[in-house]
């Protein structure tokens, strides 16, 4: 078990969710985000350090590790995590921010970053409050947010390659059909110079077919064939 890498899981995604959920004091997403790098460099498990130290009182023990890194709050839940096995107050952001991050990850699969999804916003181009009851009921249908992320993604692959629009309702509508829906294949087929191509496996070579039909043989190099993707 890595500890350091757990934790630094758990740190960054601390900060990713505040900042979902518009945390204004940057200050407290960026010490997550130094807590976790630190912990990450880290060459000793962090619970040695715990358990190695001549107390268990946070103040203590903590000096073994950079104090103006790893503050007294997050030592505290290094700690927690150490005893417990798990962190509450992270716990707590996940259930608090669950339906932002079913309608932050929607928006990620149509190619749109959180700060641009943050600007929009800002900018009442997007409107929270309209995608809070699909993403609710989404996540009551699937049980759980990563479970909600993955029914999004899978319909995300499978419109984006037939170039349809979706919405989170679209979710609720293919349910039934999650397992079938797959992206579409992507289909490249050769040309030289505009014109279509064929490999004949009986003659081991390329043929270069005319627009009158006629198939003439390929005298080129390969890398002059272009591979061309077909709708």
Known sequence: MNTNKEISKIF?????????NGEKITQRI???RKAALYLETLQTDVSEIYLSASSGQTKKWQVFLAPKIIGDKNAKKIEEYINKGKIKDFEELREETAIRQIITHFFQSKGLGL???????????????RFTKPAKQLLELAGS????KEAIDKVAGW???????YAIETVFKKWLELDR??????????????DPMIWSETKKKWFVISKYGEWLEYAGKKEEIEWKIIE
Not at 118 to 126: F, G, L, Q, S
Not at 181 to 194: N, S
Request: aromatic residues 8%; without cysteine.
């Open 159 to 165: 419109a984006n390659t037939r170039k349809l629009d």
């Open 181 to 194: 829906l797959k992206p579409k294949e992507i289909v490249k087929k050769p040309f030289y110079k505009g």
């Open 115 to 129: 700060q641009e999804l943050k600007e929009n916003a800002k900018k009442r181009k997007i409107i929270y409050s």
């Open 30 to 32: 960026n010490a997550y």
């Open 145 to 148: 947010v990563e479970k909600a």
């Open 12 to 20: 960054r995604e601390m900060a990713e969710l505040l900042d979902i």
